[in-house]
């Protein structure tokens, strides 16, 4: 069929099953923009700066398991998207991001704006190619198939600028299905069930990789039938309730060292989907054995740690093996793992009268349906949320914990409530992330996208401020952000700002934001103190 390389481009990119495409435009894409704003089913976003279109296409490509796409232009374009597409990498989010290259002939030239994007992108994706004439079709096909296939992340193609309105004849590719693992090999299997049928204190510690699965229900049976307890790592919260029996806590966030009483107790670790992205095993895992259930094979040190079997391939499969071996009693505790985690959970109650990130996040949680999303931003009350937040789905709570980068949370909350129109977004973030991302707000007005945006506000970063009286620094040199007392304006950007200081305002500042039909922030002025106690305790 004849057409040209754009309309091939924007036909390619529905059959993905692309809804948007997130990005700032320069004068080579306005030729894709039209060819996407013809097509039947597909936006163009505009957003504020770059890094903000790499993240919401990772989140688009977090709930929807097709690839988000984001673009930019040469240059600055490029190397602003990059950190969003590094959240995609580590997240463990398929995404395709174009930008601009110069034409064939100008590519080794010294020319205004000109970088090798191939050599940018390569060791922040999982493949780098180049769009031509007569393979648009086949390319983007195939670059989609690589971000979602087994262990999903973004792909970069580059837009050659000459190229839009050449003729692009071609045969319609067919969409292969993504590519998935086969069985983890018999002697590991066999391994895997050797270790756990020894073991009288099994341990689940359930990572990013089982939270992107299908298995959830799976996965509870398996911790059901062996009732063994189950640690999470931050991304994978969402995947066992937390008042369920052999809940014991998130790994790495908020009083960790009180879960480590638990996790330290265990003669073998079963991770499943377990990603070091987040935490390394040996950053916590006592001297015992490893299994490794993944589709990805283990990260391990293995002079300081035995790997007792790596069971790398479909974890489907290596699940029901395991769910095949016949459960015995083992030598638990129960009522002691329960008592540590509601231990735990007192202590991240906030007091009486207090108006601190605790009584922030435990006000939104009342008022915030709970199939709602929260996204979150980094800094000290991720560890807060992290560890105490309730969760019904992993889908439920968004945040960057592989990349872990500042002003992820706005972006993410507007990624969010484009693919999930139906769910009620709110988004926490603290004043370092709220100043990196404020102009994404203007993205969330203009398309009158309803999120709560919820400011954590305590003037300074406080996670630093914490390090440096842990090293008895000069603690809060270099970290203060706002000057405490002074609100933002009644609008930001045209969205109304409701400033609160004490819990009263807060509960009716609440109320009055979700029953809004566009973008709102609450101010929350808070002392930020209740911090110091509870975050960067270590894992036990």
């Not at 580590?90 to 970088?115: K, S, W």
Request: charged fraction near 20%.
């Amino acid at each position: 069929m004849k057409m040209t390389v754009v309309q091939k481009f924007a036909e390619s990119l529905k059959k993905i099953g692309v809804r948007y495409v997130f990005g700032v435009p320069s004068g080579s894409m306005i030729d894709y923009m039209e060819a996407i704003r013809e097509t039947d089913g597909m936006d163009f976003i505009l957003v504020s700066h770059e890094a903000g279109a790499g993240f919401m296409a990772a989140v688009c490509g977090r709930l929807t398991r097709i690839p988000g796409v984001c673009f930019a232009t040469f240059g600055p374009g490029a190397t602003n998207v990059t950190t969003g597409v590094g959240a995609a990498l580590l997240d463990r989010n398929p995404v395709l991001v174009f930008t601009d290259e110069l034409p064939e002939r100008l590519r080794h030239r010294t020319a205004q704006m000109n970088i090798d994007h191939g050599a940018l992108f390569k060791p922040l994706t999982k493949a780098v190619f180049r769009l031509m004439p007569g393979k648009v079709g086949k390319i983007l096909f195939e670059a989609a198939g690589l971000a979602v296939g087994n262990q999903p992340g973004p792909v970069y193609v580059g837009v050659p600028s000459d190229i839009a309105s050449q003729e692009s004849r071609e045969p319609d590719p067919v969409l292969p299905p993504a590519p998935g693992p086969g069985p983890a090999a018999p002697p590991a299997v066999k391994a895997m069930q050797e270790a756990v049928s020894k073991a009288k204190k099994p341990l689940l510690v359930l990572g990013l990789m089982a939270a992107q699965s299908h298995l959830k229900p799976l996965i509870q049976k398996v911790a059901e039938q062996f009732q063994m307890p189950v640690v999470l790592t931050p991304m994978a919260k969402g995947l066992i309730s937390e008042d369920h029996p052999l809940y014991t806590g998130v790994l790495n966030h908020a009083l960790a060292h009180m879960v480590g009483r638990t996790h330290q107790q265990a003669d073998l670790v079963i991770g499943i989907g377990y990603d070091p992205v987040e935490v390394n095993y040996e950053d916590w895992v006592s001297p015992v054995p490893i299994v490794h259930i993944s589709p990805v094979p283990a990260d391990l040190d293995r002079d300081s740690h035995e790997l007792a079997a790596d069971v790398a391939g479909d974890m489907e499969s290596s699940l029901q093996a395991l769910m095949a071996l016949t459960p015995r009693p083992l030598g638990w505790d129960y009522q002691a793992l329960v008592n540590r985690k509601q231990g735990m959970f007192a202590r991240l109650t906030p007091a009486p009268g207090s108006f601190g990130p605790l009584a922030v996040l435990r006000g939104l949680r009342q008022v915030l349906p709970q199939d709602g999303i929260l996204t979150c931003d980094v800094g000290a009350h991720l560890h807060l949320i992290g560890q105490f937040w309730p969760t019904p789905d992993p889908d439920c709570l968004l945040m960057t914990n592989g990349w872990s980068s500042m002003g992820f949370a706005i972006p993410a909350a507007i990624g969010a409530k484009l693919c999930r129109p139906d769910k009620t977004v709110a988004c926490v973030v603290g004043d370092g992330g709220f100043l990196m991302a404020a102009g994404e707000l203007a993205t969330a007005q203009r398309l009158h996208l309803h999120i709560v945006f919820v400011l954590l506000s305590d003037g300074d970063l406080s996670l630093i401020r914490i390090k440096q009286e842990r090293k008895h620094y000069e603690a809060g040199y270099g970290t203060r952000l706002f000057t405490k007392g002074v609100p933002l304006s009644d609008f930001f950007l045209g969205i109304p700002v409701m400033p609160v200081w004490d819990q009263e305002g807060y509960e009716k500042a609440l109320n009055k934001a979700f029953g809004l039909s566009g973008p709102v922030i609450i101010h929350a002025e808070m002392d930020g103190s209740e911090y110091d106690g509870l975050v960067l305790k270590g894992n036990g």
